[in-house]
């Protein structure tokens, strides 16, 4: 059984930085693409960035473009998210998540099937 935990979440001012971090255990890190989703309150839950098995091939929503970067560490089994130049509509409860195969990058949150607890960040204007 594959889990994911997330971590690196909190409260920074807008134009700051965090970096998010999900490890998972119990299934074959490098067999999968990971990606990174967000919920705004009231709202649904958006792709926000992805990275298939390798890291070869990264895909990111329009809206963090530039500013956020994917990247995956196979000798950790953990995926990261590096979130520069924050504002205040990157609010959300954050969350990575598995998808197999690895070679694509699905932007839809129902072909991903192991999911993490979530970690809040907030971005104060």
């Known amino acids: 059984q594959v889990q994911l935990v997330e971590a690196g979440g909190g409260l920074v001012q807008a134009g700051g930085s965090l970096n998010l971090s999900c490890e998972t255990s119990?299934?074959?890190?490098?067999?999968?693409?990971m990606g990174w989703f967000r919920q705004a309150p009231g709202k649904e839950r958006d792709f926000v960035a992805g990275?298939?098995?390798?890291?070869?091939?990264?895909d990111y929503a329009v809206s963090v473009k530039g500013r956020f970067t994917i990247s995956r560490n196979h000798a950790k089994n953990t995926v990261y998210l590096q979130m520069n130049s924050l504002k205040p509509e990157d609010t959300g409860v954050y969350y990575c998540?598995?998808?197999?195969?690895?070679?694509?990058?699905?932007?839809?949150?129902?072909?991903?099937?192991?999911w993490g607890q979530g970690t809040q960040v907030t971005v104060s204007s």
């Open positions: 119990g299934g074959y890190f490098a067999s999968f693409t």
């Open positions: 990275i298939n098995w390798n890291g070869g091939s990264t």
């Open positions: 998540a598995t998808h197999f195969p690895g070679s694509e990058i699905p932007r839809s949150g129902a072909e991903y099937n192991r």
